[in-house]
């Protein structure tokens, strides 16, 4: 079946960067939408970062111009670029996307595992 399969978490000191990845595993008709969410103990779930099929992106107001989201469609991945990181950037980051399994089947919203981003000096 169809997985989303994270990497590029870890741990930095504050000002540091990190690269996550996050690819589709399994056969699909169609990738849409897909995004980046994450999540603390003592936080609701939030939308980080959002890029459609056709290129257009958009960043949450507290990582805009310290975040950016891309893709690749040949490789079904989207990548989320994490520079000058925070020590309110620590969470565990999941990655979501938007697809349609096979032709003429509904969209379904597929979640990843999640990786954890730890911010300490």
């Known amino acids: 079946q169809v997985q989303l399969v994270e990497s590029g978490g870890g741990s930095v000191q504050p000002g540091g960067s990190l690269r996550l990845s996050c690819a589709v595993s399994?056969?699909?008709?169609?990738?849409?939408?897909m995004g980046w969410y994450r999540q603390t103990p003592e936080e609701e779930r939030e939308l980080v970062a959002l890029?459609?099929?056709?290129?257009?992106?958009s960043v949450a107001g507290s990582v805009k111009g310290r975040f950016n989201i891309s893709r690749d469609s040949t490789k079904k991945t989207v990548y989320l670029q994490m520079d000058r990181l925070e020590p309110e950037d620590a969470a565990v980051y999941y990655c979501?996307?938007?697809?349609?399994?096979?032709?003429?089947?509904?969209?379904?919203?597929?979640w990843g595992q999640g990786t954890q981003v730890t911010v300490s000096s």
């Open positions: 979501l996307a938007n697809l349609e399994v096979t032709r003429g089947s509904p969209r379904e919203v597929v």
């Open positions: 399994g056969s699909i008709f169609a990738l849409g939408s």
């Open positions: 890029i459609n099929d056709d290129g257009r992106s």
